[in-house]
């Protein structure tokens, strides 16, 4: 399809990659030929002030593309065909769905002031997408379906991309054994502290463990292995490898040959990545001594990541990641909240704004936590299942990829997390036979 633009830029070309790949098989081609353009007979998209010709698809575009400084954006809401939109303009489309789409998905509004959260994250409440209530649907490929149908009825001989709907299970080791492996010290904490506040169930079921009476609470392992080959899923496992255990960095130390063991396991039959500690934020060089662990362990470069805590600073926490060879991230989701971080059910390659330029970073936006729904929502297992299941049916109507994050105690023996195995077993096994 024949894309005309009177101005080009970095953001224009990146958003076009994007949303032609999305919905075509071959990209738009971009000209600023206004004669070829007008002359041109096949489908075409008019992205300027003015229309060119009676047989085109036209927008007026809004600007925001060809700026090249980051700025605060006058968002007015629109609605149209039932779903929120903005940057209104006029022609062919009611919107700017091009500078809409770069808006959601760059992350535009984290390059904003903002007050962080606790966690010196931003908060989902500054959101467009919260202030707006779309946080809970993709509606960049919501407007991508409404946008092909119009583009067919102007050119019926369109040919679109035809998408499959893909699930990814993913999981953060951030502590892979509850009293296992943690040492004397660690252990000795343990019980005074279960004494001190009288949980002697948690006491006793220490000391079982630790004298090999029974297993791990947070081991479930092998559990996972058997569900994973019955339902013949491909997982990712992030291992966080925080050299000191301190604050929310509490996995057993990698220096044990236990964790290492665990994740060499696990390397033998999924895909590894590192989960940067909290520590690593404030101190850069421990990413690369993290990622140099990981390496020497699974004797193979480390190209996947997920932020522990999603602790993430744009564009500072991507630029790091790309710095120690990181090629794919799985953190763009909200730490605190589940839903649509980027608005979109896609995976994308990161833009980097202050730098005005797409990288060769893959992101891969996840949208539904267990831990989220557990501590944020205070969600059973059965409110979790259906908020599970709202994600799925939104995700599979667009075919769209979902990506969801687990951790091992959910699935293990400890009393808090009863139910959960359930929920998942349920959900993973299910999928199979929706999908068939």
Known sequence: ?????????????????????????????????????????????????????????????????FESEIREQQIKRIDYLGKPAFFETTG??????????????????????????????FPYQDSLAFKENFLDFPLINYWLGDFKILLRQKFPDLIFRMKDFKF?????????????????????????????????????????????KKKDPFDSYEWLDSL??????????????????????????????ELQSLIAYHAGGYTIGIHPSWQSGDEEALLMEEVDELEK???????????????????????RLIDVGVEKDFSMGYGSTNGFRASIASSFYWYDLKAEKKTELMLFPFCFMDSISFYERKLSPKEA?????????????????????WHNNFFGTDPMFAGWKEVYEVFLKDQIYWDM
């Open 1 to 65: 399809m024949l894309f005309y633009s009177d101005y080009n830029s970095p953001r224009l070309n990146y958003i076009l990659d994007l949303i032609s790949n999305e919905i075509f098989n071959e990209p738009f081609v971009l000209i600023s030929d206004k004669d070829a353009f007008i002359s041109y007979s096949g489908a075409k998209l008019n992205y300027s002030p003015e229309r060119l010709s009676d047989n085109e698809f036209f927008i007026n575009h809004h600007g925001l593309l």
């Open 92 to 121: 062919d489309y009611p919107f700017d769905i091009f500078a809409a789409s770069f808006y959601l998905v760059s992350r535009y509004e984290e390059y904003l002031s903002f007050l962080p959260d606790k966690y010196g994250r």
């Open 168 to 212: 990814i299970p993913t999981y953060d080791i951030d502590i892979a054994y509850s009293f296992k492996y943690k040492g004397l010290k660690r252990n000795l904490g343990g019980f005074f502290r279960s004494a001190i506040k009288g949980e002697w169930f948690n006491l006793l079921d220490r000391w079982d463990v630790l004298f090999n």
């Open 228 to 257: 994973h080959l019955y339902c013949r899923t491909r997982a990712y496992y992030f291992f966080l490898l925080a050299k000191k255990q301190v604050g929310i960095d509490k996995n057993i130390s990698p220096a044990k040959q």
């Open 297 to 319: 362990i699974t004797k193979s470069p480390v190209k996947y990541s997920r932020q522990h805590y999603i602790r993430m600073v744009l564009p500072q926490t991507y630029r």
């Open 385 to 405: 299942f259906m908020e599970l299941m709202d994600y799925y049916r939104k995700i599979k109507q667009i075919n769209g990829l979902m990506i969801t994050v």
